[in-house]
């Protein structure tokens, strides 16, 4: 008798429940078969690293891994995976923002791992790790430890403590610091930058969010130890790794599933030629607001004093945030942000001096001031470029913030520069007017 069937019986509720109860007891039997615990490995068992590649969103773009203990004659079917959170847990973005972020690891049946993943469209690699049986045995130990209740969740750091560094750990604490000393006096030739700019290139605004975020120590070169901070690095790493005995670590490397969205960038593309010429142009035609006030003086003016108070906004705002990352959050990579003097907290009280600007028709003397300071920090920032000390990688940010600052420093001086020569001080709005629109 199937159960639709049992409940289709006029049965009293207390059968009902003891059916549901049978019913629920039996149904977990596979999956406390499938994770056992303090369980030994057979002779065959494999452990291999799983390789995910980069997916759509952002926190995907930097690829995912895990560790698939497979020993059939046993019943042992698992992938152990760190990197794991949930946005609805409590207080999860106020910790984010700060910099302290609670992440786990995970544990599931590799059908349903490797379901999800295709159902993802995201490229998978399986490599075989070189083992003997008391490693894999201390391996499994390890992670059925890690988790268990108590130690699942972990303090996560995007570059030194995420899903792929503790893989690499976990490894290397069962094989005795191999992989360590193979690797972490040898450089990578790249920077956590570099790496960034590369998995991010293809979103924009993520692109630039976080390249703006990025302080100094962003741009130190890593180790090949370090590098692995990435799914598909490790996978790369490991693969030119020997074993005390000369023997590989990596015993095979599989490429098992082809994505056809999303790959990994092979290098990394600039958006120098995209930044500049925005840039430049907002600076021009700051600029020809300046000019123009020679011609349409009031109506030249207004426009300018409006996109003035528009460019300090945001260059305020950007500024406000790096200092905000950077003096009052854990975020450590985020510290010493050379950006600062691009996109300028001093932006904001300028606005303040452009509404008067808009009210009164000229800028103050003190804004004319700040407005100098504002550029004179910029152009600072392109100066540093050629000091060794200061080698943070931001010329593409130089680029487009430093021709707008400039252009409007020349339109604010030239529209001066005419209400002095002409003595004008006419204000832009007078008291009851309406304010003049393009057309009018």
Not at 250 to 268: C, L
Request: hydrophobic share 45%.
């Amino acid at each position: 008798m199937t159960p639709q069937t049992v409940l289709e019986v006029d049965l009293n509720t207390k059968h009902i429940l003891i059916f549901l109860l049978l019913w629920f007891v039996f149904a977990q039997i596979p999956n406390v078969l499938a994770q056992p615990r303090n369980a030994r490995l057979g002779p065959n068992a494999e452990v291999l690293l799983v390789t995910i590649g980069p997916g759509a969103l952002v926190w995907e773009r930097f690829g995912h891994n895990g560790l698939w203990i497979r020993d059939p004659e046993n019943g042992i079917d698992q992938v152990y995976h760190w990197g794991l959170f949930d946005f609805q847990s409590d207080n999860f973005w106020p910790k984010f923002l700060q910099g302290y972020m609670d992440y786990s690891i995970g544990s599931v049946d590799s059908p349903s791992f490797f379901q999800f993943t295709m159902q993802s469209d995201r490229d998978i690699w399986l490599q075989e790790i070189n083992l003997n049986a008391d490693q894999k045995n201390a391996l499994l130990a390890f992670l059925e430890k890690n988790d268990s209740e108590g130690h699942r969740i972990y303090r996560y750091d995007y570059y030194l403590d995420n899903c792929s560094t503790r893989a690499r750990d976990a490894l290397d604490h069962v094989l005795g610091g191999v992989i360590k000393k193979a690797s972490e006096d040898k450089g990578s030739g790249k920077t956590f930058r570099s790496n960034t700019r590369r998995l991010l290139q293809n979103i924009p605004l993520a692109y630039f969010g976080i390249h703006l975020g990025l302080g100094h120590p962003a741009d130190d070169e890593i180790s090949i130890w370090k590098d692995m901070f990435t799914p598909m690095s490790l996978r790369r790493h490991l693969n030119e790794i020997k074993l005390l005995d000369g023997q590989s670590l990596v015993r095979s490397d599989k490429f098992i599933f082809n994505s056809t969205k999303t790959k990994e960038p092979e290098q990394i593309k600039s958006y120098l030629s995209f930044y500049l010429p925005l840039s430049a142009s907002f600076g021009v035609f700051f600029a020809f607001l300046g000019y123009l006030t020679v011609v349409k003086r009031r109506l030249a003016r207004l426009f300018l004093a409006l996109f003035g108070i528009l460019w300090s906004l945001v260059s305020g705002l950007l500024g406000t945030i790096i200092l905000i990352v950077w003096f009052l959050t854990e975020h450590r990579f985020g510290h010493w942000n050379e950006n600062i003097l691009q996109f300028n907290p001093l932006s904001l009280v300028l606005l303040g001096y452009f509404l008067i600007f808009l009210i009164r028709g000229r800028l103050p003397q003190m804004g004319i001031k700040l407005l100098y300071a504002v550029t004179g920090l910029s152009l600072l920032g392109l100066v540093m470029q050629i000091i060794p000390v200061f080698d943070q990688v931001n010329g593409e940010l130089i680029a487009l913030a430093l021709p707008a600052h400039l252009g409007l420093l020349w339109a604010v001086r030239t529209s001066e520069h005419l209400i002095s020569n002409n003595n004008l001080k006419k204000p832009l709005i007078k008291s009851g007017e309406k304010p003049i629109v393009a057309g009018q």
